[in-house]
């Protein structure tokens, strides 16, 4: 069933503040301007938003045509209903000496970038940009464009699958979380006992085709029964939104089997080179201590679809540490299973997501 989730705005020193309503909009991570004038080449393109709580600089780009005969470029963006903001651009006009021929040839267009702050109690919506462009014998000529900036970022819904989740002796239960989330860079979720300090740690979750996010992990049939916390957190640009909801777990009949847990840690390079070799790499452990000589199974998700595929196996040495390559093709997540046997559990790693560029 969906859940309501409570709200949280985590500073960076990880303290969080209770805030009201049951969700925040938004709309659209990133932005577009668009407009054409005499001064400039195609489109503008803009990336704003509203932030949670810090001041952030929001950005414009533009194509300036005949940079060569610039003397000055200003500009200001006005949001709806409030005082324009002073634009600052990072052009520098030419200092060449060179003498100039009878019939110069025009200078290639110039790509500059215009910087302006946008704080917590701005409004999202269009804002109005006014540049204006001097020139060597003339005066400045203003060009007008729309940037649309985007909502604060926000988690409209989250929920477990099962819930309540149902322990069964001698099996591990398969949890599934998914979350509703606007306007993030990336969303991670950790599921939590209210009573013990155990907890679940799911990684960041993957977005999907339906653009909601999912993650999921195996509770072992020892799980601490009782209350529980999804705990999910949506940061865009070192700010992050914390939103929770509640779960239980009841436990297994008969009690708890005697298995013991393991558990699997997992890197991998954040940014890969398409082609390129990289590893997917961690330690695996059975109880505290290292899972000697370990087969455990690597899977992989493409960014934007549903199914993780089976990759391969890897094998752990005798500290437990294991490691397979694989070659950038795609973005998308890894996650490693440690499969359960007859006297150990089940555990999945935390996701790991691979941006290949």
Known sequence: MKRRVRLLLAAATGAAVLLGGAGLSATG????????????????????????EKDVDATVTLKLKNPDTVTGVTGSIEPPGKSAKTVSFDFTPSTSTSTPTATPSPAPDKTITGKWTITKDDPAGDWKLTVNVARTGGGSSPSTFTVKVSGKQGISGANVTPDPVQLVKGRDTKV???ASVKDAGTVSAKLVSDTTSEYYDLGELAKESDSYYRGVTYFTDDTTEGAWTLEVYATRSGQTLKGEASFSVVAPTGGASKKAKTRVTISAPNKVTK???????????????????KIVEVYFKAKGTKTYKFMGYAKATSTGKYSKTFKGKKDGYFQVKVPGTSKTRTSLSPQEFVDVR
């Open 29 to 52: 991570a990133s932005a577009s301007a668009y407009a054409l004038a005499d001064d400039f080449t195609g489109d503008a393109s803009a990336s704003a938003y509203v932030p949670l």
């Open 176 to 178: 599934t979380v998914e």
């Open 275 to 293: 082609g390129r070799a990289f590893k997917v790499y961690g330690k695996v452990y059975r109880g505290a201590k290292a899972y000697k000589n």
